[in-house]
């Protein structure tokens, strides 16, 4: 939703389009642009011509952009909930903007019914606004870092989404988790001593702190949700990894935790 | 703190050494306008860099944040902040502090107060379905209030120092934007066709296709609420109009200056990466890249020779001497492998954020660095600590 080309990176394109691209079998992705969404929401509902001359679409999008910015939002959310409705896919995954806009554009069918009663968009939003608030079709996952800010974050979105529109909330991904290399317990077990060891032993405390910190904040997150269990997937190696190896990781982790369970 | 040299009056509260470039900084701007991505420390060091110019110039000093999680009203010692600038306790400060936090909604309205030409068109405004609607709901609304504020903040001429700590990532370009936008916005065909009168716009033949277009998406009734709108709105065209100009010009003014703040995270870099470039684009003034949660060097230096030596246990290397020194309790095998994936790990991330510093350097704004330190911004003192330990 928010074009920042590091999806395309991951995806190993260079840009992304509104179009959508086969990236590997059975995988399309795209980027939104609401001046596109725009022009084929237009082409397919309303059947104006624009194609001979773009200066009244750019005239309505700038009245879109600048006077009525729910539209905007609609134009963003209405081409997902398009593509939903059409099954032109069996899921689609939206990497959202970041927290507090998303709220407005989850929720901007919902607040735009109650501006617009008459009129193709009021039509167009209760359709949208029953997706969304249907939680076999619509659900939102939060992906978190282990920290304050991003936890508060989090449980504050959670808090608005409730508020602002019945959207499913499915739960959340602790990213980023520290890897657990020592124990406090084992390093109170090494003697005081200095040089090197020392430092070995200082670097210890500074990883160990670092991890249960995260944990912390894992656990305050998983509490202010009432989600009760936290799985903990673990954690890859250090470093960026290509989708596959990251989709093997955590099928991997997956797997293990189901048979864990069973 | 550092000792105070003894030939100075002891009760002059003594203060860690900054570093020259930060002084500089802190010492020359008026405005400091902080950006970066979401989740790297941002509304922090926006206060850090408050607390620290209070502390250390004669200076008064405004901190406007705008801190979804009210944690910083928390970590300065206030019950809560709201719109109206609240004082902070800040023991032993040259100057004095004071933090906001900018409410979308209650600084519209206050805007509508100053510029409605009468009552009657305030309360107008002020209880349309729409106004209400756009000033609370939608996120863009916040972009122009944020520049209000600060223009208000440095024109009251209370406060010698603003730092503004604006919404994560890109959302502060449109921020930037904001008054530019407003200002065409304005002097927009559009809002003209919008609030013409319903007869002249059918007259007009160039208008028509417009609104056949605009009543079919959006419907007659909608397109006349917003007429209704924007024609009140408009009858405080002028004064909001010079105004925004005004605050276009402060935001493209010399003293007021730019930091980014990042983390080495890749994410975090190509975020605040492009920011610096479209800081520049804008003209304006980028005075510095904070790096915030790198590894602390102490630590970093010397940890992959370390790892080796805990791993070999080379009876001559210093580990298992200093282990032979603490007779009572030699390193168990265990803890031996588990020093040494601690060396390994920190050697690991030391090497990534060395990497990450030298490309931030390449953006050629001078950096400014910040140590990961254990535990959370809790209090002023952490603030402080935290903004003096600041290095290029």
Redesign the interface.
């Known amino acids: 939703m ?1 074009d ?3 999806l395309a990176a991951y995806l190993g394109r260079d840009d992304l389009t509104f179009s959508p691209v086969e990236v590997s079998p059975n995988l399309y992705a795209m980027a939104m642009n609401t001046e596109d969404s725009l022009r084929e929401y ?1 082409r397919l509902f ?1 059947r ?1 011509p ?1 194609l001979g001359s773009l200066t ?1 679409l750019a ?2 999008f ?2 879109v952009a ?6 905007k ?1 609609i134009l963003a959310v209405g081409k997902l909930c398009y593509e939903v409705r059409e099954r032109h896919y069996d899921i689609v995954i939206v990497d959202s903007e ?4 998303f709220v ?1 554009q989850v ?1 901007a069918p919902d ?1 735009l019914a ?9 039509d167009q939003t209760k359709w949208m606004s029953n997706l969304l608030h249907d939680p076999e079709v619509s659900t939102v996952l939060a992906v978190v ?1 282990p ?4 936890v ?2 989090t449980i ?1 979105l959670r808090d608005r989404l409730a508020t ?1 529109t019945p959207i499913d909330f499915a739960g959340v991904l602790v990213n980023r988790m520290p ?1 657990a ?3 406090a317990e ?1 390093l109170a ?16 405390e ?2 160990s ?2 991890r249960s ?1 995260a944990e912390l904040h894992a656990r305050r997150l998983a509490d202010a949700l009432e989600l009760g269990n936290v799985e903990t997937i673990a954690e890859a190696p ?1 470093g ?1 990894h290509s989708p596959e190896r990251i989709t093997d990781h955590l099928v991997g982790e997956m797997r293990r935790i189901l048979d864990e369970h069973a | 703190m550092i000792v105070a040299p003894g030939n100075m009056d002891e009760t002059i509260e003594q203060f860690a050494p900054l570093d020259p470039e930060l002084f500089d900084m802190l010492a020359k701007s008026r405005m400091i306008i902080i950006c970066g991505p979401g989740g790297v420390g941002k509304t922090t060091s926006a206060a850090a860099l408050g607390v620290v110019a209070a502390r250390h110039f004669p200076k008064r000093v405004l901190v406007l944040t705008v801190d979804p999680a009210r944690r910083l009203a928390t970590a300065l010692g206030l019950g809560t902040i709201g719109n109206a600038e609240v004082p902070v306790e800040l023991a032993g400060a040259k100057g004095s502090l004071d933090i906001a936090m900018i409410d979308t909604k209650a600084s519209w309205d206050d805007m509508v107060r100053r510029h409605a030409p009468d009552g009657v068109t305030r309360d107008r405004v002020l209880g349309n379905d729409l106004y209400k609607t756009l000033t609370s709901r939608f996120v863009h609304s916040h972009d122009y209030v944020v520049t209000e504020r600060l223009y208000d903040a440095r024109e009251s001429g209370v406060y010698d120092l603003v730092v503004v700590d604006t919404p994560p990532s890109r959302s502060a370009l449109s921020v930037l934007d904001a008054p530019r936008r407003m200002e065409q916005f304005f002097s927009s065909r559009l809002l003209k066709l919008l609030t013409a009168p319903t007869q002249s716009r059918l007259l007009s033949l160039a208008s028509r296709p417009f609104f056949i277009v605009a009543d079919r998406i959006l419907g007659a009734a909608f397109l006349s609420d917003i007429a209704e709108f924007f024609t009140l709105f408009r009858t405080m065209e002028g004064p909001v109009v010079s105004r925004a100009r005004r605050v276009g010009a402060l935001l493209s003014d010399p003293a007021t200056s730019y930091v980014v703040v990042t983390s080495p995270e890749p994410v975090a870099m190509q975020e605040a990466g492009y920011l610096v470039e479209e800081l520049r684009r804008r003209g304006h003034r980028l005075d510095a890249v904070v790096t915030n949660r790198l590894v602390p060097s102490r630590l970093a230096t010397g940890a992959a020779e370390r790892a080796e030596a805990l791993i070999e246990g080379n009876p001559l290397h210093d580990v298992e001497r200093a282990s032979r020194d603490a007779a009572d309790a030699p390193l168990t095998t265990a803890t031996r492998r588990a020093l040494a994936a601690a060396e390994r790990e920190i050697a690991n991330i030391a090497n990534q954020h060395a990497a990450a510093l030298a490309e931030i350097r390449r953006w050629g704004a001078r950096v400014l660095m910040s140590e990961s330190r254990g535990g959370d911004i809790t209090d002023v003192t952490s603030l402080l600590a935290l903004g003096e330990a600041l290095r290029t």
């Open positions: 928010d920042k080309g590091s237009i309303l104006v624009v009244p005239r309505i700038d009245f600048n006077a009525a910015p729910a539209v939002e970041a927290s507090g806009h407005a929720s607040a109650t501006l617009v009663r008459i009129g193709i968009v009021a870092t920290e304050e800010m991003p508060v974050e504050e602002a890897a290399l020592v124990d084992l077990t090494v003697a005081p001593t200095s040089g090197h060891l020392a430092t070995s032993v200082q670097v210890g500074w990883l702190e670092r910190n250090a960026t």
